[in-house]
């Protein structure tokens, strides 16, 4: 299991430099990967300054050598695919093919949508968010692509260069456990970054249940990764963790906590690999 450093684009992290300086220090500790939040808006308990995810991780990649980064997740729907698909392109050839690629349909909680004038309905930003995967991995081929989708419509568009990674960029989607679209859609990727209904930590035995459905609507036995995040735990914990079939343990930092205890938290390293 690797062990990942996950941190908000606001609060504490709003400063791309904060940000910065924690990769480098995660990257030097030994951390497997570092991801981060993609929001507009956080106004719990009230309104938050917010760095832009992208902006920010193209500077976290020239900054590290080793360390896998992404936005986990960027909901597709409130974005042009064809600009992340360039977007992503062009910070898996910066950070040197080390890039995955979060993806979600996000939430209306602050009115990332509402505020802006997007539809907030949850049918309809699944839908978008099928037709923008499906958009990205076209362009990510490097042929010349057409689409004529309900939400998106794209004429014989041909995006050069090509990812660094082959056949492509990780994708991990997210979804809410129990559910069923999310998983169906996520078994077609690489990868899965579940939560719970319950708003607290899936147990092993949920992990369990989760991969068994999915697996059953895989088409390919390549490797897939399960993409748990929340408080440290112990070691017999991450172990149960494990060998419930989770890839990934990501570390979930305060926004509300000072830079320097993050960072205090962050060179402590990640737990011993299990």
């Not at 997007?118 to 968010?129: C, I, R, S």
Request: glycine share 8%.
């Amino acid at each position: 299991m690797r062990f990942a450093v996950n941190v908000p684009n606001f609060g504490t992290f709003s400063d791309p430099r904060v940000m910065v300086t924690l990769a480098r220090e995660a990257e030097a500790a030994g951390w497997d990967g570092f991801f981060i939040w993609d929001h507009v808006l956080w106004l719990d308990p009230e309104n938050q300054p917010v760095a832009e995810p992208w902006v920010t991780l193209a500077a976290i990649a020239t900054a590290t050598e080793r360390i896998r980064l992404g936005p986990l997740v960027t909901p597709l729907p409130r974005r042009r695919p064809w600009q992340v698909a360039r977007q992503a392109v062009t910070l898996d050839l910066l950070s040197g093919g080390r890039l995955i690629l979060g993806v979600g349909i996000g939430g209306d909680w602050f009115g990332d949508y509402s505020r802006f004038g997007e539809p907030a309905d949850n049918k309809v930003h699944g839908a978008k968010l099928d037709e923008a995967l499906a958009i990205l991995e076209g362009l990510w081929s490097g042929e010349p692509f057409s689409f004529d989708g309900e939400h998106y419509t794209i004429s014989d568009a041909q995006f050069l260069p090509r990812p660094l990674q082959q056949p492509r960029i990780p994708i991990w989607v997210a979804g809410v456990w129990p559910g069923t679209k999310p998983f169906r859609r996520a078994a077609r990727y690489d990868g899965v970054a579940p939560m719970s209904r319950m708003d607290r930590l899936l147990t092993p035995e949920e992990v369990r249940d989760l991969r068994a459905y999915i697996q059953q609507h895989r088409s390919s036995d390549a490797p897939f990764d399960v993409v748990i995040g929340g408080p440290p735990l112990d070691d017999e914990q991450y172990a149960a963790y494990a060998a419930a079939g989770v890839t990934w343990y990501q570390i979930g930092m305060d926004a509300a906590e000072s830079a320097e205890a993050v960072r205090l938290q962050v060179r402590n390293g990640p737990p011993r690999q299990v």
